[in-house]
């Protein structure tokens, strides 16, 4: 299981949604193994005057938080975020300079879903990977 929430200045997320919604569930199909079925994206986007960004940002500056059930190799944690970087890079046209990327892992039991904790969840893809 993964929630992905991602936050940037509105007047440039807002029209690269669906190709960086696509990017990014590209990339965690393949490095997470997930389903291509399965995606959860919420965008946030900002106005300009809150969202504060560190020097050397332009308006394309870009937050990345991944929230998944602990259990990934560090190997593979690594890729994603790689892969996020170049292919973000590559098909949108975002710097590396503008992604910030963050993987927040917690127990499966401390996730709810299908009605359900999370350590009593039947996954149709593997969590270790």
């Not at 919420?42 to 300009?48: E, L, Q």
């Not at 020097?55 to 929230?67: F, K, L, M, P, W």
């Not at 975020?81 to 892992?105: K, N, P, S, W, Y």
């Amino acid at each position: 299981m993964a929630q992905i929430k991602i936050y940037g200045i509105k007047d440039h997320l807002n029209p690269i949604k669906r190709q960086l919604s696509d990017v990014i569930h590209d990339c965690v199909v393949d490095a997470l193994q997930f389903p291509p079925d399965k995606r959860a994206h919420r965008f946030f986007p900002m106005a300009k005057e809150d969202f504060f960004a560190p020097s050397g940002r332009t308006d394309a500056y870009t937050i990345i938080e991944i929230s998944m059930i602990t259990g990934r190799e560090t190997a593979t944690k690594k890729k994603l975020i790689r892969m996020l970087f170049d292919t973000i890079q590559e098909r949108i046209g975002i710097a590396h300079q503008d992604i910030e990327i963050c993987i927040v892992e917690s127990p499966a039991c401390n996730w709810g879903f299908r009605g359900m904790h999370g350590d009593e969840v039947s996954l149709n893809y593997q969590i270790n990977v």
